[in-house]
């Protein structure tokens, strides 16, 4: 008797849970159910990584942004993937998981160190080609170079202060990382363009850690032990907000001469502002266009020109309003 009370129990019970299971289902589906995600089925031509430096950066936004675009027009699955902060390490151990992965093509920033050149290699190994944007490194087995002609960009701001400023210029320059091929042609450049005139002088170099934090620290640093320095030159997107927000915690009599890099937003409103002088303006949206492009021409064709440089343009108040 008990034993057929027991049995009734359990099958009442399973049935409960067959009927609540199912029901769960149905309103989890109804529930979690996205419209568009049946796109995640499309069959695409080609899936290609962009692999950003860091996510929250406005100017790696605007490379992934028009990267994306164009990666829609021609029916090309695009991811997007970075470090929140700049992390090398995060980035190569990423990098080394698309290869895995065997994704079609990878877009990523050229880095420093025996390890990018080795990733390159095992890439290219595996049929999987590498374009570097922003930053090259023409040394790897890299297919080609997408982006700003960096010694060209740097030449632009030591012409620039030549020519904006009078008298003797002594010159701290802020850049986000030394080791980056990038900052070093930028600072190369501009020390190229001031070299032989006597009223121009480099004083000091400092790296921000591409941040505004740093960038600021770096200014504040600078001026302090430097007393006489009364011209600063940031080369990476960031260095010019931070050399503002730095120079503006001292007590200054007259404010140096202010030379900033890229054309976000807050560094337009600065120079709008007559806080910032200048600044040299590259096109991350023609890299990010750009770089789709040029990974189409190579998957399909197997070959690109190698070297593929974007345009550069000094920014001044005047120019803010167009």
């Not at 998981?97 to 990018?116: H, K, S, W, Y």
């Not at 960096?150 to 320059?173: D, K, S």
């Not at 190698?306 to 001044?316: A, D, E, M, S, Y």
Request: charge should be negative.
């Amino acid at each position: 008797m008990i034993g057929g009370r027991r049995t009734v129990l359990y099958a009442g019970g399973g049935l409960v849970f067959g009927i609540c299971f199912l029901f769960m289902l149905y309103y989890g589906k109804e529930t979690f159910y996205v419209e568009g995600t049946e796109t995640l089925s499309k069959e695409y031509d080609y899936h290609v990584v962009l692999l950003v430096e860091e996510t929250g950066n406005e100017y790696w936004r605007m490379i992934e942004k028009h990267a994306q675009q164009t990666a829609e027009e021609h029916d090309i699955y695009l991811e997007s993937i970075g470090p929140e902060k700049a992390d090398r390490g995060e980035m190569l151990r990423t990098m080394d998981q698309m290869i895995a992965a065997e994704v079609d093509g990878i877009l990523t920033q050229g880095l420093p160190g025996p390890r990018f050149r080795e990733l390159v290699e095992k890439a290219e190994d595996k049929g999987i080609p590498v374009l570097t944007v922003d930053s090259d490194r023409p040394d790897s087995e890299r297919r080609a170079y997408i982006g700003t002609d960096n010694v060209e960009a740097g030449r632009l701001a030591g012409e620039e202060m030549l020519r904006a400023t009078e008298g003797r210029q002594r010159v701290g320059i802020i850049t986000g990382n030394l080791e980056s091929l990038n900052q070093q042609e930028r600072i190369r450049g501009f020390e190229e363009a001031v070299a032989g005139r006597d009223r121009v002088e480099v004083v000091d170099v400092r790296e921000s850690n591409i941040s505004e934090v740093g960038a600021a620290e770096a200014a504040y640093t600078m001026i302090k032990q430097h007393s006489d320095i009364n011209a600063l030159f940031g080369t990476s997107a960031l260095d010019g907000i931070g050399m503002v927000q730095g120079v503006e915690d001292i007590t200054v009599g007259e404010r140096p001469f202010m030379l900033a890099f890229d054309i976000l937003p807050e560094t337009m409103t600065l120079i709008e502002e007559g806080r910032l002088d200048a600044t040299i303006a590259q096109y991350p949206e023609q890299m990010g266009k750009k770089g789709i492009e040029v990974m189409i021409d190579v998957l399909e064709n197997g070959y690109t020109e190698p070297l593929q440089h974007t345009k550069t343009k000094v920014i001044r108040q005047g120019d803010v309003a167009s």
